[in-house]
């Protein structure tokens, strides 16, 4: 992620440190209940931005997706290689580390570095832990940017987080429906599916539907 040089240490060293508590030892509730509604054919290639070592993945592929895993830190990408199955191909595309273990490829380096032709194939979309990964300033410019990447009647499912009021810490950063819907409505159709329970800590997860918009929508 092009950011601030102490968030990027930040993250880059949760990873090396095992400091990881977002990540989920299981493929996420809301992914397996809500997916299999949105009618995408298993053949289409899933976009997972600042996809770390998600689990999810491997649920998306073992459903037949294609999948296209974005991580700046080489730690999470190697972890999750080393915790499947089968061989890795490594080489190297636009400027990208790129790992590949059966259908699943694992982008290393910067999300705002990956550009339109790279992303020719992408058909649908799963953001759990991107937007919330990211600081207030970079949150918008992550929205445009994946505005860009994303061909209009592109789906996709967004994870996001509410921390206890007056919680500012992060990452993971708090962003709420209203900043959702400030973010991204205007390139997206969004339908808010769900909010969690809240947790004993007061964070809260909202879980959303996106469809691309476009002149042909």
Not at 12 to 24: K, N, Q, T
Request: aromatic residues 10%; contains cysteine.
């Amino acid at each position: 992620m092009s950011e601030k040089p102490e968030v990027v240490n930040e993250w880059l060293a949760r990873w090396r440190e095992g400091r990881i508590g977002f990540h989920r030892d299981a493929p996420h509730p809301a992914l397996r209940r809500y997916w299999p509604q949105f009618g995408i054919p298993s053949e289409t290639k899933v976009l997972v931005p600042l996809c770390g070592k998600s689990l999810d993945m491997r649920w998306l592929a073992e459903r037949g997706h294609p999948v296209l895993g974005i991580e700046l830190s080489g730690d999470a990408l190697d972890q999750f290689t080393a915790e499947g199955q089968g061989e890795v191909l490594r080489y190297h595309q636009d400027g990208f580390e790129v790992r590949r273990q059966g259908n699943i490829e694992l982008w290393g380096g910067d999300f705002f570095h990956f550009h339109i032709e790279q992303a020719a194939e992408i058909g649908a979309l799963y953001d759990r832990a991107a937007l919330i990964a990211l600081p207030e300033a970079t949150r918008q410019r992550y929205a445009f940017h994946l505005a860009q990447l994303i061909p209009p009647g592109v789906r996709g499912l967004l994870i996001s987080l509410t921390r206890a009021p007056g919680d500012d810490r992060g990452p993971p950063y708090s962003v709420d429906t209203d900043e959702v819907r400030r973010l991204f409505a205007h390139n997206f159709e969004l339908t808010h599916l769900e909010d969690s329970e809240p947790e004993e800590n007061g964070w809260q997860e909202s879980v959303w539907a996106m469809v691309r918009q476009g002149p042909n929508m």
